[in-house]
Structure formats: structure tokens, C-alpha cells
């Protein structure tokens, strides 16, 4: 079974470039969250996807976005890249069941995204 | 505001000693708490997980213990070996409120070093 794949794997932008991180969750997962990791600030979550729908949302400002399509693959947008922004994007993936047994919503991670502003 | 805290900081094991790592959390809405174990340039993985309704689960190695008077729990390495040497986090999350399952609020990790 394929675990979830990220890409690109690394990217480098300059100030006020937008970017766009994509991400395939586990076959049969339909819930895809985002998490930024920084040394400062450790593992923060972004936006969570449930069929289609963003269905969390972390505090982080407007210029983070995502979405995800109808085979729960999902996207994730920076616009106005600042230098701050530099992180690994995580996202992890998940059967995200409502009140279900915990191991059917066990995140599973991928490898990141090592974005760089330059 | 840190919803979840976690100590050490760092951590030196010899090997075959024990490993212990604590978190305390905040909310008691939090029913799921995992464990994550991260070498560098990889993804977090999944290493155990505990409901509040059991005080202590193992897995091999891996111990949690869970304290949900205190609002603490902890992770236990038996034996630890140089190849436990990563990052370890903790993890705390609300699976039985609708919508609040994608999002696990991370405690701000552990380097765990175990010298052979």
C-alpha cells in the first residue's frame, strides 16, 4: 500500500511569489490535512479536507489556501510568500471518521515539502 | 496559547536505559493522544496512540502512560537503542467532536539521543 506522497520535495521562491504544494493521501483516505514545521514554532496545523471540504481550519493568515478534488488529493496555496513562510509543509492523511474507533483516524504523513523563501 | 506542553527539551540515554518523555494538555475535550516519531528529513510516523478510558498502553518497546486527572501523559522507551536516536512529539486531539478529527495540536518535540 503507498504511503502519502508530496510534491515537489523541495522549492525555493523569492518574496511575494505564490506556490502551490500538492499531496496524495493513502488510497481509501478521504481526509488530508496540512501542518507547517518550524524550528521556532514546532508542528502547526493548517486546514484540514474532508471530502472536498475544508472542515478545520489552524490560525494562520488568508494567504494559505487549500483544496481537494474528487479523489481526495489535495493542494495547498501560499500567496504573497514571505520569508517567514519558509517551512516544511507536512500533510498527513486519514479515513477521518466522525466518533469512529481512533485507529480509523490515525494520521499517516508524508515526506514535506522543504519551501525557501528567498 | 500552547495547548499541549512537552519536556525535555532534549534528551541522553545510554543504551538499554529508559527513555521518558512527558506532555500535560490543556483541554479536556482532547479523547486521542498519539505519539510521533520523525528522523530528520522524513515525515512524522505514527508511533502509539491512547483513548483516555485506559491508563497505560504498550506496544512493544513504546509505553504511554496516561494520567487524565493530572491532564499528563508520557511516553516510555524500554531498553532504547541508537537507533531511537529522532525527534519524538507528542500529539492531542478531539475525535468524538464532529469536524475536529484532521486536527491534532503537536506538543514542541523531544530530541532524544541514545548513546551506545
Known amino acids: 500500500k503507498a504511503g502519502v506522497t508530496q510534491t515537489p520535495r523541495y522549492l525555493i521562491k523569492t518574496r511575494g511569489q505564490q506556490v502551490t504544494l500538492s499531496c496524495s493521501p493513502i488510497s481509501g483516505h478521504r481526509s488530508v490535512s496540512w501542518y507547517q514545521q518550524t524550528p521556532g514554532q514546532g508542528l502547526q496545523f493548517l486546514f484540514e479536507y474532508f471530502s472536498e471540504t475544508q472542515r478545520n481550519k489552524g490560525n494562520f493568515p488568508g494567504r494559505f489556501s487549500g483544496r481537494q478534488f474528487s479523489n481526495s488529493r489535495s493542494e495547498m496555496n501560499v500567496s504573497t510568500l514571505e520569508l517567514g513562510d519558509s517551512a516544511l509543509y507536512l500533510c498527513?492523511?486519514?479515513?477521518?471518521?466522525?466518533?469512529?474507533?481512533?485507529?480509523?483516524?490515525?494520521?499517516?504523513f508524508g515526506p514535506g515539502t522543504r519551501l525557501t523563501v528567498l | 496559547q500552547q495547548q499541549v506542553k512537552q519536556s525535555p527539551q532534549s534528551l541522553i540515554v545510554q543504551k538499554g536505559g529508559i527513555s521518558i518523555i512527558n506532555c500535560a494538555y490543556e483541554n479536556t475535550a482532547f479523547d486521542y493522544f498519539p505519539w510521533y516519531q520523525q528522523f530528520p528529513g522524513k515525515g512524522p510516523a505514527l508511533l502509539i496512540a491512547?483513548?483516555?478510558?485506559?491508563s497505560e498502553k504498550k506496544e512493544g518497546r513504546f509505553t504511554i502512560s496516561f494520567n487524565k486527572s493530572a491532564k499528563q501523559f508520557s511516553l516510555h522507551i524500554m531498553d532504547s537503542q541508537p537507533g531511537d536516536s529522532a525527534t519524538y512529539f507528542c500529539a492531542a486531539s478531539k475525535l468524538n467532536y464532529g469536524g475536529s478529527q484532521g486536527n491534532l495540536i503537536f506538543g514542541k518535540g523531544t530530541k532524544l539521543s541514545v548513546k551506545p
Open positions: 498527513a492523511s486519514s479515513f477521518g471518521l466522525a466518533g469512529a474507533r481512533s485507529s480509523y483516524n490515525e494520521q499517516f
Open positions: 491512547i483513548r483516555p478510558d485506559v
